[in-house]
């Protein structure tokens, strides 16, 4: 289990955009494939994008592409995800999960993924 962090989940108003952040104390993010899911009450996990190793190969959700945008600092050893013109529909718990293989490709199933952090909080609200 790799030590995930998750940061950057806030209250905003429709249409605003935030930028979540991934990382993890003493692990090279960019040797590993990350995933940013999705939970929000009532409902099952979902996968809303993905970056493979070294960053080559990005995945989306049907319902966030073209709003959300999957990055990697290599310097920062973060994998952020900004978030662009959100709906109430966004709101959820976000998660950062990590392939534990190195030079992995990506995938949006959860099963795919070793470690997991606690998750951050994005709330859409007028």
């Known amino acids: 289990q790799l030590p995930v962090v998750e940061s950057g989940g806030d209250l905003v108003q429709p249409g605003g955009s935030l930028r979540l952040s991934c990382t993890a104390f003493?692990?090279?993010?960019?040797?590993?494939?990350i995933g940013w899911f999705r939970q929000a009450p009532g409902k099952e996990r979902e996968g809303v994008s993905c970056?493979?190793?070294?960053?080559?190969?990005?995945y989306y959700l049907d319902s966030v592409k073209g709003r959300f945008r999957i990055s990697r600092d290599v310097a920062l050893n973060a994998v952020y995800l900004q978030l662009n013109s959100l709906n109430s529909e966004d709101t959820a718990d976000y998660y950062c999960?990590?392939?534990?293989?190195?030079?992995?490709?990506?995938?949006?199933?959860?099963?795919?993924?070793?470690?997991w952090g606690q998750g951050t909080q994005v709330a859409v609200s007028s």
């Open positions: 970056i493979s190793s070294q960053g080559g190969q990005t």
């Open positions: 003493g692990v090279n993010l960019n040797d590993y494939a």
């Open positions: 999960a990590i392939h534990a293989g190195v030079g992995a490709f990506c995938a949006l199933t959860s099963t795919w993924y070793d470690s």
